[in-house]
Each structure stands twice: as structure tokens, then as C-alpha cells.
């Protein structure tokens, strides 16, 4: 889930677990949700998106839940590997055209081998 | 193919001094963002272009001045550093249509002001 101040939180998993990482999103209005990934001393990386008018997507390995209900969305990461190991944003875009995206607190994901 | 490129990738500063972070993207992407991240925090919008001479402001632009002049750069001005402006600084470009979600981030300038 979110946080706020210096205190991420930590999922830590073992290698070939399924992983599931929350967050709760503050704007009803918001066209599209999306989920990136940042890797220690880097910046994020895109991993997967979600329209507003779709409950479930599929990529590679991940699967992104939106539940409009309760303003939640998760990602799931299957056969959780090392090189997951990273820490996990959820973002909405915001404003006219979407043009403007803002981000969760983050998530740490610790892989465990 | 580059991507998205930083200029500098760590830099210090002293109160009141200024100084211009560089952003270049060679995918010829319209929309370019800045972004700093704090410890323990996501990345909070400064400004945002949709293209070359439109700039916007976002969450946080209050101490930085931004400017496109061309489709490739959007370098992001300090005019007079706080200490409270020592972050890490992103930016990030994207394209249109299909991929417009997918924002390309650079590696980041680390910034501190002292």
C-alpha cells in the first residue's frame, strides 16, 4: 500500500513466489493508471498500464488488478526472480490529456534466493 | 540509441548559486518532464512540455524555470539554490498515441545544496 514520510513499504518474497504489490489512488477522474519499476541508482522504468474502463491486463509475467470500488490497484508479479528486486510506483495521470502523471510513495520488493 | 541523457549526473551547489540540469532525448518525443524524488518518496512533477515552446507547470515548480526551444532539449534552471532543492532530478520524455504512457526516464542528476 501507499505511505507517507521516509518509511517505504517492504514486501519481501522468496525467488518463485508470487508477488503482490498495492496502492491506493486518489483520483476518481484519472484515464489511465500505470506501474513502473526503479532499480537502485536508476531511473523508473515503464512496466505496465491500465485504462480506467478495464478491471485486469496481462503482460509479461505481470498482471495489473484496478478495482474502481475502493480506488486500489495492484500488480501482481508471478515466479518472483532477483532481478525483481527493485522498488515499485504506482502513477495516474492527471490534467488535460492526461499530460501530467503523478506518483505514488513506492513500494520496496525484496527477492529473496 | 540514447534515450533520454542528464548532464550532470551529481553536482553541489552552494545557497544562491544557480545552475541549468541538461536533458536531451533523441526518440523525438513532443512531451518531455521534469521530476525530483525525494528520500523515501515517489517523483513529484516541476514542469512539462507538450512540445517545442509550450511549457506547463506541475506539483512543485515553485524555484525552477523551464524553457523547450527545440523538440530534443529541455534543460530545467535553479536561479538561486535552497537546500531544500537537494533532491534527485529526473527527466523523462514520451510519444503519442499507443505508447503514451510510457515514459522514458534518464538516469538522473544528484543535486546538493549546501
Known amino acids: 500500500g501507499e505511505s507517507v514520510g521516509l518509511h517505504l513499504p517492504t514486501l519481501s518474497v522468496q525467488e518463485g513466489d508470487n508477488s503482490i504489490i498495492n496502492c491506493a489512488y486518489s483520483n476518481s477522474a484519472s484515464d489511465y493508471f500505470i506501474w513502473y519499476k526503479q532499480e537502485s541508482g536508476k531511473g523508473p522504468q515503464f512496466i505496465i498500464d491500465?485504462?480506467?474502463?478495464?478491471d485486469k491486463r496481462q503482460g509479461q509475467r505481470v498482471t495489473v488488478l484496478l478495482n474502481k470500488t475502493v480506488k486500489h490497484l495492484s500488480l501482481q508479479i508471478a515466479a518472483t526472480q532477483p532481478g525483481d528486486s527493485a522498488v515499485y510506483f504506482c502513477?495516474?495521470?492527471?490534467?488535460?490529456?492526461?499530460?501530467?502523471?503523478?506518483f505514488g510513495a513506492g513500494t520496496i520488493l525484496r527477492v529473496k534466493s | 540509441n540514447a534515450g533520454v541523457t542528464q548532464t550532470p549526473k551529481f553536482q553541489v551547489l552552494k545557497t544562491g548559486q544557480s545552475m541549468t540540469l541538461q536533458c536531451a532525448q533523441d526518440?523525438?518525443?513532443?512531451?518531455m518532464s521534469w521530476y525530483r524524488q525525494d528520500p523515501g518518496m515517489g517523483l513529484r512533477l516541476i514542469h512539462y512540455?507538450?512540445?517545442?515552446?509550450?511549457?506547463d507547470q506541475g506539483e512543485v515548480p515553485n524555484g525552477y524555470n523551464v524553457s523547450r526551444s527545440t523538440t530534443e532539449d529541455f534543460p530545467l534552471r535553479l536561479l538561486s539554490a535552497v537546500p531544500s532543492q537537494t533532491s534527485v532530478y529526473f527527466c523523462a520524455s514520451r510519444g503519442r498515441g499507443v505508447a503514451k504512457n510510457i515514459q522514458y526516464f534518464g538516469a538522473g542528476t544528484r543535486l546538493s545544496v549546501l
Open positions: 526518440m523525438n518525443h513532443e512531451y
Open positions: 502513477a495516474e495521470t492527471m490534467g488535460e490529456y492526461g499530460n501530467k502523471l503523478v
Open positions: 491500465i485504462r480506467s474502463n478495464m
Open positions: 512540455s507538450v512540445g517545442a515552446g509550450i511549457t
